[in-house]
C-alpha cells in the first residue's frame, strides 16, 4: 500500500495571506488526523476527521480549519497567516485499530 | 479521558548504554498504547505497540516496552544504545474500545547518543 502523502513539502508564504495543505491518506483509512509541530510548541492537535465530519477538535484558533473528501482525503486551510504559523504540519491516517500512519510533513515558513 | 505523560524532555545516554525512555499513561478505559519514533524533518513513525495480546512488547530497531497496569506505564527500553537511535520518541494512548479512537500524544522524548 502506498503511504501516507502529503503536498506541498515546502512553502514559503507572508504575512495575512492564506494556505491549503494537501493529505492523501493510505487505501481505506477513514480517519485523517492534522498535527502542527514547532521546536517551541512541540507536536500540537489541531483536529480530527472521520468519514468527512471533523470529530475532534484541538485548541487552535478559527483561522486554522480543516475539510475532509468523500475519498478520504483531507486538507487544511490556514488563513491570515501570522509568524508564529511557521511549523512542521503532519497528517496522519488511523488504521481500524488506531495505529496512526504520518505523512513526511509539509514545511511551512512565514516571511 | 485519556493523557500520557513522557518524563524528561531531553535525555542523554553514552553509546552501548541502556536507553529508557519513561511514560506513563491515564485511561478510564482499558487502553491500546503505542511509541513513535521522528528523525529530524521527517514525520512520526511506529515503532511498537501495546493491543493487551502480551505485556512486553518487542519491536523494531531493537526497542521493547512493557505494560504495567499496576504503574500504569509503558516505558520504553534498548539494551544497547547505537548513534542512530538519536531522535525524538513519543508515547501515545487510545482507548481500547473499538476502531478508530481518537490517539493522544505525549510532549515527546529527544534522545541524544553520545560517542
Known amino acids: 500500500k502506498a503511504g501516507v502523502t502529503q503536498t506541498p513539502r515546502y512553502l514559503i508564504k507572508t504575512r495575512g495571506q492564506q494556505v491549503t495543505l494537501s493529505c492523501s491518506p493510505i487505501?481505506?483509512?477513514?480517519?485523517v488526523s492534522w498535527y502542527q509541530q514547532t521546536p517551541g510548541q512541540g507536536l500540537q492537535f489541531l483536529f480530527e476527521?472521520?468519514?468527512?465530519?471533523?470529530?475532534n477538535k484541538g485548541n487552535f484558533p478559527g483561522r486554522f480549519s480543516g475539510r475532509q473528501f468523500s475519498n478520504s482525503r483531507s486538507e487544511m486551510n490556514v488563513s491570515t497567516l501570522e509568524l508564529g504559523d511557521s511549523a512542521l504540519y503532519l497528517c496522519?491516517?488511523?488504521?481500524?485499530?488506531?495505529?496512526?500512519?504520518f505523512g513526511p510533513g509539509t514545511r511551512l515558513t512565514v516571511l | 479521558a485519556q493523557s500520557v505523560t513522557q518524563l524528561g524532555s531531553h535525555v542523554s545516554v553514552s553509546e552501548g548504554a541502556l536507553v529508557l525512555l519513561r511514560c506513563n499513561y491515564s485511561?478510564?478505559?482499558?487502553?491500546?498504547l503505542f511509541w513513535y519514533v521522528q528523525y529530524p524533518n521527517q514525520g512520526l513513525q511506529l515503532l511498537l505497540k501495546?493491543?493487551?495480546?502480551?505485556?512486553l512488547v518487542k519491536g523494531i530497531n531493537g526497542f521493547e516496552a512493557e505494560f504495567k497496569k499496576s504503574e500504569t506505564s509503558f516505558h520504553l527500553t534498548k539494551p544497547s544504545a547505537h548513534m542512530s537511535d538519536a531522535a525524538e520518541y513519543f508515547c501515545?494512548?487510545?482507548?481500547?474500545?473499538?476502531?478508530?479512537?481518537?490517539?493522544?500524544f505525549g510532549t515527546g522524548t529527544k534522545l541524544q547518543v553520545i560517542p
Open positions: 496522519a491516517s488511523s488504521s481500524p485499530s488506531n495505529e496512526q500512519f
Open positions: 485511561s478510564s478505559v482499558p487502553p491500546y
Open positions: 476527521y472521520f468519514s468527512e465530519t471533523q470529530r
Open positions: 487505501s481505506g483509512h477513514r480517519s
Open positions: 501515545a494512548v487510545s482507548p481500547h474500545s473499538g476502531g478508530y479512537q481518537k490517539v493522544t
Open positions: 501495546y493491543t493487551s495480546a502480551a505485556t
